[in-house]
């Protein structure tokens, strides 16, 4: 059987990146990202959806985000959906959020407008 897990999304952060370390020391950052859909409506009414979606990258592409994005910086992201199931407060939680494997600054970073792997 074939399978395939990519994504690629354009949108603007949510928040700024936040940085933190596992225990093995791999640099890790999470942020928002806000993608919209517009649409017209019967009455030829424009209307418009927002999805809101977990991001996370790892190493150095972590290192990178977290050094030069902030909300409100639009992204191109592609990555893959990663679902993560954990225990809090005695109750099971679990999320879908999308790992990057490459990020690419569609608004002018400072210091950099580069692509990143």
């Given at each position: ?7 690629f ?52 592409l972590?290192?990178?985000?977290a050094e ?12 893959r ?8 407060e ?11 494997r ?5 608004s002018k ?9």
């Open positions: 059987m074939a399978t395939l897990n990519k994504v999304l354009i949108g603007n952060l949510t928040s700024d990146p936040k940085l933190r370390k596992t225990e093995g020391r791999t640099p890790v950052a999470n942020f928002g990202l806000a993608v919209n859909q517009k649409y017209k409506v019967a009455n030829s009414e424009q209307k418009e959806n927002v999805c809101f979606i977990e991001i996370v990258a790892f190493s150095k972590a290192e990178v985000c030069y994005l902030k909300k409100g910086k639009s992204v191109f992201i592609e990555g959906l990663q679902y993560r199931r954990w225990e809090q005695a109750k099971a939680r679990s999320k879908i959020e999308v790992v990057a490459t990020v690419q600054f569609l970073p400072e210091g950099s407008n580069k692509a990143l792997s």
